[in-house]
């Protein structure tokens, strides 16, 4: 049951998430109007919105108008729900799971926003310092598994990481680097984790990055031109980092 109601959670979390992202891009209002196709704009059916199970019954497309519903909402209709279930199995500590589930939501929400349109805002990023502000007040209030130093040591390596990588883009091509404003998510999210963690997350990004954009230019599906997102490798870091080790 319990499980249930968590799915249930990460799939509510990932329909908002993903209505914020395409709204707040075209200056739309959250509440009204209520949901449409993206493509024909046609008002849609409690039961045409259903994450999942409606790109199903659906067949991916838009009733009205047969425009394709992109995958990456269906990958992230998916993605949410199984990883607030590894959450939950893993972690004992109510705490955790809500902010590690909260710092997942939102770096899917950032990586939604980075896919579409390559930048965020500050308000974006400025959801994470409040989930970094929460862990550190749990921390000190003895609400989670570590001290505050540990969440301390985190942030320090993350702020260092951010400020080498600064400097070696700086050197090597003279000018402030393109989409610097990015790397402010780094800091924010090792509030969450110890020094450890925090470099663990960056290799594997790092890593799991260089050879996606390998693949991706090699299959042609992006051009060397385009912006890369960064902000889904850093997702999958930080997910590999949560679950897996
Ligand atoms: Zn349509």
Redesign the pocket.
């Known amino acids: 049951m319990e499980l249930i109601i968590i799915v249930v959670l990460g799939m509510i979390a990932a329909s908002f998430i993903e209505t914020l992202a395409y709204r707040t891009q075209r200056g739309i209002s959250i509440v009204t109007p209520p949901s449409?196709?993206?493509?024909?704009?046609?008002k849609l059916k409690f039961y045409e919105k259903i994450p999942v199970l409606s790109w199903i019954i659906l067949r991916g497309?838009?009733?009205?108008?047969?425009?394709r519903i992109p995958v990456k909402y269906i990958i992230n209709e998916l993605f949410l729900p199984v990883i607030y279930v590894l959450l939950y199995i893993k972690y004992k500590n109510l705490y955790e799971i809500a902010l590690y589930a909260y710092l997942v939501t939102v770096m899917a929400y950032l990586s939604l926003l980075d896919i579409d349109i390559g930048t965020i805002s500050m308000y974006d990023i400025a959801a994470l310092y409040i989930g970094s502000a929460v862990n550190t007040v749990l921390s000190f209030t003895g609400h989670l598994t570590f001290v505050p130093k540990h969440y301390f040591f985190g942030l320090i390596s993350g702020i260092t990481i951010v400020m080498v990588s600064f400097l070696i883009v700086y050197a090597i091509k003279k000018r402030i680097p393109m989409g610097a404003g990015d790397l402010l998510i780094i800091p924010a999210f090792s509030l969450f984790f110890g020094y450890r963690e925090v470099i663990t997350i960056m290799i594997v990004s790092a890593t799991a990055g260089i050879f996606a954009g390998i693949f991706l230019m090699i299959t042609g599906i992006v051009k060397r031109e385009h912006k890369f997102p960064m902000i889904p490798y850093l997702t999958f870091g930080i997910v590999v980092q949560l679950i897996l080790l």
Do not use: S, W
């Not at 449409?36 to 046609?42: A, G, K, N, V």
């Not at 497309?61 to 425009?67: H, Q």
């Open positions: 449409f196709c993206d493509h024909c704009h046609t497309k838009c009733r009205y108008c047969g425009n």
